[in-house]
C-alpha cells in the first residue's frame, strides 16, 4: 500500500481562517488524498498548535491514529510549520527547527528555515530510521532570484539532510527549478541533487494565476511551478503530482463520496469567507467558478502530492 505525503502552501492561516468550516475543508482534503501526512506551509500568528489540534481531531482514526507538531514561529515571519502524520506509516523522533541559532547554513530570520521532523517510516513492509521530512518555505520571490536561491541550496548543507540515507524536503521554494542542473535552478538545488534527492515535479506548475478571464483547462489556472518534492528513499518508488482541488469541486454531487464531501466543504467554507447566510453551500458549475472560489477562500497554491511505494 502507498504511503501518500502532502505539502501545502495554505497561505496566510490566521484566527480569519480559524474556523470550523475551514478546519472542516482541510479535513476533507487530507481524506479525499488518503494522506499519511501532510506539511502545512504559512501558518501565521501562531495558530501552528490549533491547526494541528482541531484538523488532528478530525481526522484521527481509530484504526489509524495520527499526531501533529507545529515548529517554533519565526518572528521575522510571523510564520509555523505544521506537520500531521499517521502512525500506522511515521513515528515522530525529533523535530529540528532551529537553524538560524545553531548554524550558518540560514544565518537570519529573513532566510526562513526549514523544519526537519525526524521519522522512521513503514512503507509497506519496508521500515526506514531517522528520516528527515523536511517542510519549506523559501524566501519570497521579490528577494530577487539569486538570494531564493541561496537560501534553498542551504538545505544541502544541514548535517540531517547531507548525511541521510533516506529523506525527503518538500515545500514552497518560490523559484522555477525546470532545469536543477543549470541556471538558478542549479544554484538552488544542484547540491541537493548531488546528494542524490530527485526532484519529483518536473514541468508542472503549482501556484496559480491572480485572476484569468477564462478557464477551459486546470492548467489555465497555473501559473509558476514553486511547488516540489525532492526525494532520496532507497528501495522505493516515488512519484509525485499536482493534487488537484479545482476540478474535483465542479459537479461533483455524481462523482465518488470523497469528491462530494471534499466539494461540499469547500462550497460551505467559501460561502462563510464571503459573508453568506450561515448554513449557504455554494455549488460550482464550471472550471472558472471553482479556481476563484479556490482562489479567493483558499490559497494562491495548490498542494502537492508525493506516493511512496
Not at 500568528?45 to 495520527?66: A, K, L, T
Not at 538558478?184 to 518536473?202: D, E, H, P, R, T
Not at 514553486?226 to 509525485?240: P, R
Not at 465542479?250 to 466539494?263: H, K, M, P
Request: net charge negative; hydrophobic share 40%.
Amino acid at each position: 500500500m502507498a504511503v501518500n505525503l502532502l505539502s501545502w502552501n495554505i497561505f496566510n492561516f490566521s484566527a480569519k481562517k480559524g474556523k470550523d468550516l475551514f478546519y472542516n475543508y482541510v479535513s476533507a482534503v487530507y481524506t479525499k488524498f488518503d494522506a499519511s501526512f501532510l506539511g502545512l506551509i504559512e501558518v501565521v500568528s501562531f495558530m501552528g498548535d490549533s491547526f494541528g489540534d482541531e484538523i488532528g481531531g478530525r481526522v484521527n482514526y481509530i484504526n489509524d491514529p495520527v499526531r501533529y507538531q507545529d515548529s517554533d514561529q519565526y518572528v521575522g515571519h510571523s510564520e509555523q510549520y505544521v506537520a500531521i502524520w499517521s502512525t500506522n506509516s511515521f513515528t515522530h523522533t525529533a523535530t529540528i527547527d532551529n537553524f538560524a541559532s545553531i548554524s550558518l547554513e540560514f544565518p537570519n530570520s529573513s532566510q526562513r528555515p526549514p523544519c526537519l521532523y525526524i521519522m522512521d517510516m513503514k512503507v509497506g513492509s519496508k521500515t526506514m530510521a531517522s528520516v528527515p521530512v523536511g517542510v519549506y518555505h523559501a524566501p519570497g520571490p521579490q528577494n530577487g532570484a539569486p538570494f531564493v536561491a541561496s537560501g534553498c541550496n542551504n538545505i544541502a548543507a544541514i548535517p540531517q539532510i547531507k548525511a541521510a540515507t533516506n529523506g525527503i524536503v518538500m515545500g514552497d521554494f518560490n523559484i522555477d527549478p525546470s532545469d536543477p542542473t543549470s541556471g538558478y535552478g542549479k544554484s538552488a538545488f544542484g547540491n541537493l541533487v548531488g546528494l542524490g534527492y530527485g526532484m519529483k515535479l518536473a514541468n508542472q506548475a503549482t501556484s496559480l494565476k491572480a485572476a484569468t478571464a477564462t478557464v477551459s483547462t486546470l492548467n489555465d489556472c497555473l501559473s509558476s511551478q514553486y511547488d516540489n518534492f525532492f526525494v532520496k528513499m532507497a528501495g522505493c518508488t516515488a512519484v509525485g503530482l499536482l493534487a488537484d482541488l479545482i476540478t474535483p469541486a465542479v459537479n461533483a454531487t455524481g462523482n465518488t463520496a470523497y469528491d462530494a464531501n471534499y466539494a461540499h466543504a469547500l462550497g460551505a467554507w467559501d460561502a462563510c469567507k464571503q459573508g453568506l447566510t450561515p448554513g449557504t453551500v455554494i455549488t460550482y458549475t464550471t472550471l472558472q467558478a471553482a479556481f476563484i472560489a479556490y482562489r479567493r477562500s483558499v490559497s494562491d497554491h495548490l498542494p502537492i502530492l508525493l506516493s511512496l511505494s
